[in-house]
Structure formats: structure tokens, C-alpha cells
């Protein structure tokens, strides 16, 4: 697969797959008009910023600012087929242009390096961050680190898929105490003959102090 994919696969999930996850499968008008004043971070968004039906897209048709944070993210950015295929199969259009509206908000970041100021952030959301991206308790400390940096407080961060957080049990001291700044509540998501969505939990973590 890497002769198609690159070495990696690149994906861009369709608003349907956001607002079923995040968003208790509210329709795409009733969750734009909640999010209306609210400045939200999509982490690790994939090409989600150069397909129509993107929540990206839609969020920047509705006069919501929404980034869309990626390190493949590039100025002349070129798509494989490999990630047409694999983006359609994770309910995605597939369709990709170099050429659409708003990608001044598609930036090029890591998650632990994120260009904005202090308490600015109302919710950030990231799908398959942890399962995929994170394999030491430090870098998961330097992710949460700014991500609390960057959040108001009260605002939350909103990740799937995750299995039950309180099987986690960590050894770091200071993601430990990290983690005591946030109050957490979690989902079980599972829709049957569809592996879209594997039976595991939504997680949002509101920052309190």
C-alpha cells in the first residue's frame, strides 16, 4: 500500500462522522448554530480542509472559526489515490482540491507546538489521536500541556475513539497532576455492521482551573 499511500495514510472524515461523535448525531443546522461564537481546533484534521463536506467547510460557511491543525499540511499540498480510497471508506467524499475557501484556517502544527495565544480556545476536537499518535505518558503531558494552554476555561477537549478512561492508569507525576485540572465525562459510541465507528468511548475533558 505505501507505493499509493506514501508510507502513510491520510484521511478527511465528512461533518456526518463529527456531529455523530462529538456532537450526539445533531443535524448540521442545529450544530452550527450552537457553535456560533465559539472558536474551535480540529488536531490531526487531515485533508478534512480541502473536501466540501467537511465540518472545516461548513463551519467557515457558517461564520465559525474553525482550524484545521495538521502536520501534512503544506503550501503546495498534492493528494494520493490511496487517500481518496481510504477517506471514502471512512464515509468521506473522497474528493480533494487544492483550491477551496478558508485555508488560511488549515495550518501546519503539531499538537504539542499549537500557534495560539493563552485562553483562547473554546473546544478542541481530535479523532484517533491517542490510539494512533501517542505511545509515552511524556507525549501525551506535552499535548494535554497545550491544550490547557490554549483552552478558556470551561472549554473542553473532545477525543475519540478511546476505551474506558478510568482503565488508564498512569505513572507520570505531572500528567497526573495535569489531568486534576480537567473534569472528564465520557460516551460508549457503537453502531452495529459499521466499522466506521468501533464500540468505544467519546471523551471531553473540561478544563475547570
Known amino acids: 500500500m505505501s507505493r499509493y ?12 462522522y463529527y456531529r455523530k461523535v462529538f456532537f450526539k448525531n445533531q443535524s448540521e443546522i442545529s450544530t ?13 484534521c487531515g485533508y478534512t480542509p480541502y ?29 494520493k489515490a490511496g487517500d481518496s480510497v481510504f477517506t471514502r471508506l471512512t464515509g468521506g467524499s473522497g474528493r480533494f482540491s487544492p483550491y477551496v475557501p478558508g485555508l488560511d484556517r488549515a495550518i501546519c502544527a503539531m499538537a504539542d507546538d499549537l500557534p495560539f495565544p493563552d485562553n483562547e480556545i473554546d ?4 479523532c484517533w489521536l491517542i490510539p494512533i499518535w501517542i505511545n509515552k505518558e511524556e507525549e501525551l503531558l506535552n499535548i494535554f500541556t497545550e491544550f490547557h494552554r490554549i483552552l478558556k476555561i470551561g472549554g473542553t477537549i473532545n477525543l475519540y475513539p478511546l476505551p474506558d478512561w478510568n482503565s488508564f492508569q498512569f505513572k507520570n507525576r505531572a500528567l497526573k497532576s495535569l489531568l486534576k485540572k480537567f473534569n472528564f465525562t465520557q460516551e ?8 466506521l465507528y468501533p464500540p468505544t468511548n467519546q471523551i471531553s475533558f473540561k478544563k475547570m482551573c
Open 5 to 16: 499511500t506514501g508510507g502513510c495514510i491520510n484521511t478527511a472524515r465528512p461533518f456526518a
Open 32 to 44: 452550527l448554530a450552537n457553535l456560533q461564537g465559539k472558536k474551535l481546533v480540529d488536531i490531526g
Open 51 to 79: 473536501t466540501e463536506d467537511s465540518m472545516f467547510r461548513a463551519c467557515y460557511g457558517a461564520g465559525i472559526e474553525f482550524y484545521g491543525v495538521d502536520p501534512i499540511i503544506e503550501e503546495n499540498i498534492t493528494f
Open 123 to 126: 473546544t478542541i476536537l481530535s
Open 188 to 195: 460508549f459510541i457503537y453502531e452495529p455492521f459499521n466499522f
